[in-house]
């Protein structure tokens, strides 16, 4: 479905995993929700305190590893990177999250799953108008060796470039629209990686704790752990992009440019996001026409199902 008007899930979606960092098993509801809620997280088992968290950049506190959000009072939700970009890749609107403890299960790793729930589901058109974020002018931030930066585009683009010393992955760079059902094409079953000394470094710190095989694409040096391999020689790459696309998701609009990241990761893309803002003169919120959808995340429309909408 692709619309210029807002969109919601058609029924509730439960799926329970494993959290990534934690180890625990995490259960998962995505409920449809009204025009202008946007996306929500709702811890459903927090007592005496606010369990509504907003998918929101300035909400972001933590950025090791994966996006932590939190409220105000001190309520947390990690790893929300996947299911974002699942939602944003799927050109959704509103949804309530609710989630059974403080992290998104990892299911395999990627987007896939959640994509293909919420396609299985089925998506209902709002009567709201789609609210977009152009992009009118270059903004960039650096830290260290990293880079990120978003330009004014005609369509979302999403550029990457990654260099590792382990011959498995290199360097690898990929650029492509995430218009039009791209997303669930190219980078929706794209899973996170690390190296084999840096998994055991931090499941000595009390991290990935959840971490396996099954969800994650393990390197050491020039080889796979993983039995099956790669999804795609350049997985590694699509996954940051993958990664990119959840985080900027947090604008709270879809966001129309291009973004190029260089060895850039969650802290980055955030940082990128507040500098943005900070630059009211650097974009411009404004209602998404019938025509803007064709440079949006989204599944490819039908012929009939657009000429009904438009």
């Known amino acids: 479905m692709q619309t210029h008007l807002q969109t919601t899930i058609r029924r509730p979606i439960t799926l329970t995993g494993i959290g990534l960092h934690r180890g625990r098993t995490a259960r998962m509801t995505l409920l449809p929700a009204a025009a202008e809620t946007g996306i929500w ?27 932590l959000l939190s409220n105000r009072d001190g309520v947390t939700i990690s790893t929300v990177e996947h299911i974002m970009a699942a939602l944003a890749g799927l050109g959704l609107s509103n949804v309530m999250i609710e989630v059974d403890g403080p992290e998104v299960p990892i299911m395999d790793g990627s987007s ?16 709201a108008p789609r609210r977009i974020i152009r992009i009118l ?10 880079s990120a930066a978003l330009s004014p585009a005609s369509a979302f683009e999403v550029a990457f470039e990654i260099d590792f010393p382990d011959a498995a992955i290199g360097y690898q760079a990929r650029s492509m629209k995430v218009a039009n059902g791209a997303f669930v094409e190219h980078l929706a079953n794209c899973r996170t990686f690390g190296r084999a000394y840096e998994v055991d470094a931090m499941r000595a710190r009390g991290l990935a704790l959840g971490g396996s095989l099954d969800n994650a694409i393990v390197v050491d040096g020039a080889r796979v752990l993983n039995v099956d391999g790669f999804r795609h020689p350049d997985e590694c790459v699509r996954h940051k992009m993958l990664d990119a696309v959840g985080d900027l998701a947090l604008a709270g609009a879809p966001i129309l440019g291009r973004y190029d990241g260089v060895r850039s990761g969650h802290g980055v893309t955030n940082q990128l996001l507040r500098t943005l803002f900070d630059r009211p003169d650097a974009w411009r919120m404004e209602e998404c026409g019938p025509m803007d959808v064709y440079g949006l995340p989204g599944l490819v429309p039908q012929r009939d199902e657009l000429r009904r909408i438009a």
């Open 41 to 67: 997280f709702k811890r459903v088992d927090v007592v005496g305190a606010d369990p509504l968290i907003p998918a929101a950049y300035d909400h972001v506190t933590d950025t090791q590893l994966c996006t």
């Open 112 to 127: 896939k799953v959640f994509v293909d729930a919420i396609i299985d589901a089925g998506m209902t058109v709002q009567t």
């Open 137 to 146: 002018d270059r903004v960039e931030v650096q830290v260290g060796g990293a």
